[in-house]
């Protein structure tokens, strides 16, 4: 059978999905570093009210980027970035929670709409033809474990358009999230997430602030946890051979509830692995560099926002993309080992998966 018409529209947007495979590994860039690490967990000031359930990252400066050879192009060159104070959920948000916003506001997310003709028409690659409007139905992209012969830089033998898949479906809908309140909820694009954090009351997290707090208060580190190789015990990723082979050594496939893990030393859990976390920056893969000009390689850039415009050579049509970061339940120290604090993707404004969530901040109320 023909797949639907929606798929082949969605396995094109999969040319982002190259950003799992090996980049070439830039050399380290030269910067001033020797800034002094903030404190760890042990200081964390946890919220209460309006911040109920939020962690207060204390203001400073740090280096943002890329360390190590796992460090790809886009993460470089690293440079300083003072960041001012900010609350950040302890936690990705849970399906629990999102579920209390759909209650309250009877939100229909992204994935649950019918798609619009006319958006996939922007979004579609020169050549590839519009799908007929009766074969368009609500869905989402779900992981599925290719053969064992699957080659890496094959992604789409392995994400696939599922009809029905959305945040109550995260398989599909033979699938539900029942038993799964502590789970991060998935399938959210990024506007979905900008109608959950403005009915909290919060905002999403600049790349900067996002970086900044998964880092914990360790200076140029490549993990964040420290130096040492991941292990089972550090985050919710993948173990065995990507993609075709998961033996659970942390104990779960797909997502796992939130805090199964140890938090980083600011006190938030899974800024490594579970989920991808969406941020407000539009993507480019020369960000840093851009910002390295504009301020000045021996000064600071401050709260930096991203650039105007994005850009994503994997995209080769016009969508607003997104950073996502942290890194999900898929990255493997053998493919791509995105729980890197540093490591960035693309998505799409409009597009939604089964390994991206987010979590929100909220400003120091003065
Ligand atoms: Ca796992
Ligand atoms: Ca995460």
């Not at 038993?179 to 997430?193: N, Q």
Request: charged content about 20%; proline content about 7%.
């Amino acid at each position: 059978m023909a797949p639907p018409g929606k798929s082949n529209v969605k396995l094109a947007w999969l040319t982002v999905l190259q950003l799992f495979l090996c980049l070439a590994v830039a050399g380290e860039a030269c910067i001033a570093s020797g800034l002094v690490s903030k404190k760890g967990a042990n200081s964390a000031t946890h919220g209460s009210g309006r911040t109920q359930g939020m962690i207060l990252i204390p203001a400073g400066e740090f280096v943002m980027g890329g360390v190590g050879p796992e460090a790809r192009g886009d993460e470089l060159p690293r440079h300083k970035v003072y960041v001012d104070s900010f609350w950040m959920d302890e936690t990705e948000v849970t399906n629990r929670q999102f579920q209390e916003f759909v209650e309250a506001t009877g939100y229909v997310t992204t994935a649950q709409k019918v798609p619009e003709l006319g958006s996939l028409k922007r979004e579609l690659p020169a050549g590839v033809s519009l799908p007929s409007p009766e074969t368009l139905q609500p869905g989402s992209l779900v992981f599925a474990k290719p053969a064992k012969d699957a080659v890496l830089k094959h992604y789409s033998q392995w994400w696939k358009w599922v009809p029905g898949a959305d945040w109550r479906h995260p398989e599909g809908l033979q699938d539900s999230i029942e038993g799964k309140d502590d789970h991060p909820v998935v399938h959210i694009s990024y506007e979905d997430a900008l109608a959950y954090a403005r009915w909290a009351g919060k905002r999403l997290p600049t790349e900067a602030e996002w970086e900044y707090a998964a880092r914990g208060g360790l200076s140029e580190q490549p993990f964040v946890w420290g130096s040492n190789e991941i292990t089972a015990t550090h985050a919710n990723v993948w173990q065995g051979h990507f993609p075709f082979e998961n033996t659970r050594e942390d104990g779960f496939e797909t997502t796992a509830p939130v805090k199964s893990f140890p938090a980083n030393g600011y006190g938030l859990f899974d800024m490594a692995g579970n989920v991808w976390e969406l941020c407000t920056d539009k993507y480019q893969p020369s960000t840093y560099l851009q910002q390295v000009v504009k301020s000045g390689s021996n000064s600071s850039c401050i709260n930096p926002l991203g650039p105007a415009s994005s850009y994503d050579r994997r995209y080769p049509f016009d969508a607003v993309l997104h950073s996502v970061r942290g890194g999900s339940f898929l990255c493997h120290n053998s493919y791509c080992s995105s729980y890197r604090p540093s490591a960035r993707m693309s998505l799409p404004e409009d597009t939604s998966m089964n390994h991206t969530g987010f979590r929100c901040v909220r400003n120091v109320e003065p």
